[in-house]
T-cell receptor, first 109, second 115 residues
Framework: RKEVEQDPGPFNVPEGATVAFNCTYS??????FFWYRQDCRKEPKLLMS???SGNEDGRFTAQLNRASQYISLLIRDSKLSDSATYLC??????????FGKGTMLLVSP | NAGVTQTPKFQVLKTGQSMTLQCAQD?????MSWYRQDPGMGLRLIHY???????DQGEVPNGYNVSRSTTEDFPLRLLSAAPSQTSVYFC??????????????FGEGSWLTVV
């Protein structure tokens, strides 16, 4: 089983839609979780950290389920500018920072 | 606000040549790392460091060397370039422990082509 798994997509959604991505991780001792956004040919940039109680930042909501070892990202009212690849990132302590391969989102007019 | 600075941004090498990708950060971060990103493969860790004088191998270290003589700098050396090393390289840094308010910052990437 891969350490961090994501559905590669692409997820094709119209503007205004709600879309959700999941990410599963294999290391039950993982300590910190993040969603990063990567635009084509650019560096990954932090979208949001994921906290145990769940957290929201505007149209974005992240959830963590430690029992089932997955995190999720919900995007409401999708914008064209949300088109990007979303990377799930898991920190297992010390050096074990693991990236998922990313989920591609395409938002169309 | 320099953050993480990588140079060069683009480089073409001939097979067998050596070169160094430079990475510098001005945030006093202990953790620095190098990744390569290939289509369909995601980000793969090459080498990382948790402080000056400390380095370790990641998932794909073969053909690369690193050193960490200062907190700020973490150069990546390609010893004898091969076409398989054609990729986009990202340097990243973070304070430790990652999380709890400490996040990972990336450089803008270095596009390397080996012919």
């Amino acid at each position: 089983r891969k350490e961090v798994e994501q559905d590669p997509g692409p997820f094709n959604v119209p503007e205004g839609a709600t879309v959700a991505f999941n990410c599963t991780y294999s290391n039950s001792a993982s300590q910190s979780f993040f969603w990063y956004r990567q635009d084509c040919r650019k560096e990954p940039k932090l979208l949001m950290s994921v906290y145990s109680s769940g957290n929201e930042d505007g149209r974005f909501t992240a959830q963590l389920n430690r029992a089932s070892q997955y995190i999720s990202l919900l995007i409401r009212d999708s914008k064209l500018s949300d088109s990007a690849t979303y990377l799930c990132v898991v920190w297992g302590g010390y050096s074990t920072l693991t990236f998922g391969k990313g989920t591609m989102l395409l938002v169309s007019p | 606000n320099a953050g993480v600075t990588q140079t060069p941004k683009f480089q073409v090498l001939k097979t067998g040549q050596s070169m160094t990708l430079q990475c510098a950060q001005d945030m006093n971060h202990e953790y620095m790392s190098w990744y390569r990103q290939d289509p369909g493969m995601g980000l793969r860790l090459i080498h990382y460091s948790v402080g000056a004088g400390i380095t370790d191998q990641g998932e794909v270290p073969n053909g690369y060397n690193v050193s960490r003589s200062t907190t700020e700098d973490f150069p990546l050396r390609l010893l004898s370039a091969a076409p398989s090393q054609t990729s986009v390289y990202f340097c990243a840094s973070s304070a430790i422990p990652i999380g709890t308010g400490n996040t990972i910052y990336f450089g803008e990437g270095s596009w390397l082509t080996v012919v």
